[in-house]
C-alpha cells in the first residue's frame, strides 16, 4: 500500500512537470519509467496534457508506450484521432504489428486508408494482410517481429544477425532457421547459440522438427500448447509452413486470461469485465440476460401454473418446489462446469462424448440417490409423512438425474454445433432444470397423491 | 486429429521398444521427443515398464522429464518409491528446486530425510528452507536456478560467466546484477548484454531500481505484475533486499489458471478438475456441496412452510415463487462474479468499497425496476389482474436489489476476513437469494392480498 502511495506522488508530480511546461524535465522522468507505467499516466491525462506529451515524446516513445497500454482499442484509436496523421502514422510504425492491429480494426475506414498510405510500403502491406486474419485465431495475435536465419552458416555469423535484430525482433529469444522460400525448418534458442562452439554449423545444432502452429488455429489451443511445452514463444506457418509470425507469451498469458473470464462471465451470465463506475451501463451489461432469463424462466412459472388445481388441494406440494429446483439446478451447474472446463483444456485422453455421458448419468444416479435419500429422511421425519418424504426424494433423485445429464449434454452439444458452450450457461442450464424438475415433480406427486394426502 | 493419430502410434512404437528390452533405440527415440512428451509417455507406463526406463535413463534424464511432469505431486512420489533411494535423490538433484520441492511437499517425513542425506549439503539446505514457505506465496513458486553477477565487470566478462551457468539456469535472459552481500541492486536482459559494447561497465548499463516480488507475497500478486510489466521472470526478495529466487513465466501461467480454474469452481461449487473417469469420485466430489446448500435451502423450504396457509388461501402465489427468487438469484449471481473478479484483478485505481455498494445498490434498482416492470406487464395481461402483477413486480424489485447487494457485499466480507471469496459462492449467493426473495415476495403479498384476491 504504502509502495502505491509513493508511485501515485510521484505520478503527480510527473503530470506537474507536463502542466508547467517542463519539457526537459517531464521526458527525463517520464522515460526513466516501465512503458507499462508510462500508459497508466498516460491514461490519467486529459486532452490538453496529452497533446503537450505529443509534442514533447518522439512518435518511437508513444509507440513503445503504446505497446504497454491497456486501454480498449476504441479508446486508443481516439488518442490517434488527436495526433496529425503523419504523427499517428509513425507511432503506429513503431508499435509491434501485432498491437497496431488490435487498434487498427477499431479505426473508421477511410481514416484507416489515409494512416495506411503514410506507413511506409512494407509495414502497411502487413498491416493489411493481418487485418484479414479472424478473431481469436493464431494469425490475428502473432507478431512480425522475430528474428529468422539461414541454416548454411556458423553460430558466430548468426549472432551478428541477432545482435543486429535485437532492437526490433519482440523477442531475439528464439531464433528460427528458414529455407530459401521462408519453410520453416528448425529452431534455436539463444541459450543454444551462447552453449555452442562459434565455428558450429546451424544445421547441426538446431532443434527439428519444429513445434509450430497454423495461421487459422484457434488462440485456446495455441494457448495450450504453449503451456505444455513452456515455450517462450511459438512460430506460426501457413498452409505451406512458411513462418509467417511468432505468438510470444505474453500475448498467450492474455488469452488465457481473456478465456477463462469468458467461461466465468459465461457462468454467471454477465460480462464480468463491466465499466466499475456507473450503475447505468452495469445495469444494461446485466438486464439483456435477466430479461431472457425471466422469459425463459416464465415456462417454468406456466408449468406450476397448469398444477395449481393440485396446489390448493395440496399446498403442501408448493413448499418444496424451490427445494427440488433449487437442488437439481446446483448439480446441473456442477456437471455443467465440468464439461465446459473439459471442452477448454482439450486434453487428448479423455473419454469419448458417449463414455462421458454414461459416467454423467451414473454421476447423477448416484448424487440424485444419496440427496434424494437425505431429503426423504428430513421431510419424512419433519413433516411426519414418510410418503410424502419418498415423492419429495424421488422427484429430487430424477430431476438431479436429469440436471446432471443436461448439464453434460447441452455444452458438448454447443461445442460440436460451433457455439462457445459458455455463453450464459448456467443460468441457462438452471432454467432448464427448473423447468423439468417442475415436471417430475408434479407427476410424481400426482401418482402418488391420494396415499400422501393421508385419509 | 491427424497429428494426434500419428503422435499416438509413434508413442506405441516407443513403448513397444522398452517392452522388447531394446535400451539404446528406446533412448534414442525417447530422448528425442520434448520432455513434455516424454512425460506424457512415461505417465502411460506401468511399473514394470517404469522399472525398465529407470535402468535405461539417467537420473538427470528423468530429472529433465520429471520437469515437464503433469500428474499430481502424490503420484510422483509414488514414482520416487518405485527408485532406489539414491537414484531418486540423484533425480531429485537434477530438477529445478520449484519443481521439487512441489513434490517433496508430499512425501513422508522419514522418507524425506532420507532424500535430503543423499542428496549434495547446498541443494539439501535449499530445499529445506523451500519447504517452508507458505503455499501460493512467491516463496513457494521461485526457483533458485538464476544468473546473478557482480556489477563492477564488463559485459564481455559478464557474458562469460552466463555462458558458463547458461545449461543449469532456468532462465538466462534474464542476468540480475548483486552487490555483495547479495542485495539486488540491477537487472539485464540478454539482449542488454548483446547491444552493448563489450567493454562497457555492467553498473553503467544495468536497470536500476529493479522490480522485484517479496518472498511472502500472495502468488495472485506476483502473476498480476509480470502480466502487467510483460516480463519473462521477476526476481523475489527476502526482507533484507536479498535476491533468493526468480519466478519464471510458466510458473506463472500455472498460477493464473489455477487462481482462475478456483474462481470458476467456487461458482458452480464443485471442483472442476475431478478426475475424469469415474461416477462415484465425480459423486463423492460433488455431493457435499449438494448436500450442504440443500440444507441451507432448507431454510427456505421451512420459510415458504410458514406460509403454508396463505398458499391454501391462494394458490395462485405459489405459481410464482420460482420466478422471483430465480430472477433474484440469478442478479445476485451476476452482481457477485463482479465483485469476484474485481477483487482477483486487484486493479488499483477502483472505487473504494463504500462507493462500490452504492453503485451496486444503484444497479440493483435499476436492474430490478425494469425487471419488475416487464413481470408486472405479463402477469397483469396473462392472468388480468394489475394488482396481483404489482405485487409480483414490486417483490421482484426489491429481491434483486437486495441480492444484488448481498452479491457485491459478501465476497468483500469474505476477502476482509482472509477466506477466498470464491469458494461455493455462486450457489451459496443463489441459496440466501432465495431465503431474502421468499420473505419479501410473502410479506408484500400479505399486504396487498385483500385486494388482488378480488372480491
Known amino acids: 500500500m504504502a509502495e502505491n502511495l509513493v508511485k501515485t506522488q510521484s505520478n503527480k508530480k510527473i503530470i506537474q512537470l507536463l502542466n508547467s511546461q517542463k519539457a526537459r524535465q517531464f521526458r527525463e522522468n517520464y522515460l526513466d519509467l516501465h512503458v507499462y507505467e508510462q500508459a497508466q499516466i498516460f491514461t490519467e491525462l486529459n486532452s490538453q496534457q496529452r497533446a503537450r506529451l505529443y509534442r514533447y515524446l518522439t512518435a518511437k516513445e508513444v509507440g513503445d508506450m503504446f505497446d504497454a497500454i491497456e486501454d480498449e482499442p476504441e479508446e486508443v484509436v481516439k488518442y490517434f484521432e488527436e495526433m496529425t496523421p503523419q504523427y499517428a502514422a509513425n507511432v503506429i510504425d513503431e508499435m509491434y504489428t501485432d498491437n497496431a492491429v488490435d487498434i487498427l480494426a477499431y479505426v473508421p475506414k477511410k481514416d484507416l486508408a489515409g494512416y495506411l498510405r503514410l506507413l511506409p510500403t512494407e509495414k502497411a502491406a502487413e498491416i493489411r494482410e493481418m487485418l484479414h486474419y479472424e478473431d481469436k485465431t493464431a494469425g490475428a495475435i502473432m507478431s512480425t517481429e522475430y528474428v529468422a536465419i539461414a541454416g548454411n552458416q556458423t553460430v558466430r555469423s548468426a549472432m551478428h544477425v541477432v545482435k543486429r535484430e535485437a532492437s526490433d525482433a519482440e523477442t531475439i529469444y528464439y531464433v528460427y532457421v528458414v529455407g530459401s522460400d521462408n519453410k520453416l525448418i528448425g529452431v534455436l534458442t ?266
Open 190 to 455: 539463444l541459450r543454444d547459440l551462447l552453449i555452442n562452439d562459434d565455428d558450429q554449423m546451424i544445421t547441426d545444432i538446431m532443434t527439428t522438427p519444429v513445434m509450430s502452429v497454423k495461421v487459422s488455429d484457434d488462440q485456446a489451443e495455441v494457448a495450450q500448447t504453449i503451456r505444455d511445452y513452456n515455450f517462450l514463444a511459438i512460430p506460426v506457418t501457413d498452409y505451406e509452413n512458411k513462418l509467417i509470425g511468432i505468438i510470444n507469451v505474453d500475448d498467450i498469458i492474455d488469452v488465457i486470461d481473456e478465456e477463462s473470464a469468458e467461461d466465468y462471465s459465461g457462468l454467471a451470465a454477465v460480462d464480468t469485465e463491466e465499466v466499475a463506475d456507473n450503475p447505468i451501463k452495469a445495469a444494461s451489461n446485466r438486464l439483456p440476460w435477466l430479461i431472457v432469463l425471466l422469459l425463459l424462466g416464465m415456462s417454468t412459472t406456466t408449468l406450476i401454473s397448469h398444477y395449481e388445481g393440485m396446489i390448493s388441494q395440496a399446498s403442501i406440494l408448493a413448499i418444496f418446489v424451490s427445494s427440488i429446483t433449487g437442488t437439481a439446478g446446483n448439480a446441473g451447474t456442477q456437471s455443467l462446469a465440468v464439461a465446459v472446463r473439459r471442452l477448454a483444456s482439450r486434453d487428448e485422453d479423455q473419454p469419448s462424448v458417449y463414455r462421458q455421458f454414461f459416467i454423467e448419468l451414473l454421476t447423477g444416479l448416484v448424487t440424485g440417490l444419496v440427496t434424494g435419500l437425505t431429503i426423504f429422511l428430513i421431510v419424512g421425519f419433519w413433516k411426519q409423512n414418510f410418503i410424502l418424504g419418498f415423492v419429495i426424494g424421488m422427484a429430487m433423485m430424477c430431476a438431479i438425474t436429469v440436471a446432471n445429464l443436461a448439464g453434460s449434454f447441452i455444452p458438448n452439444l454447443m461445442d460440436k454445433i460451433g457455439v462457445d458452450p459458455a455463453v450464459a450457461s448456467g443460468p441457462f442450464i438452471s432454467t432448464l432444470s427448473d423447468l423439468t424438475s417442475v415436471l417430475i415433480y408434479f407427476n410424481i406427486a400426482k401418482l402418488f397423491m391420494k396415499f400422501f394426502m393421508g385419509t
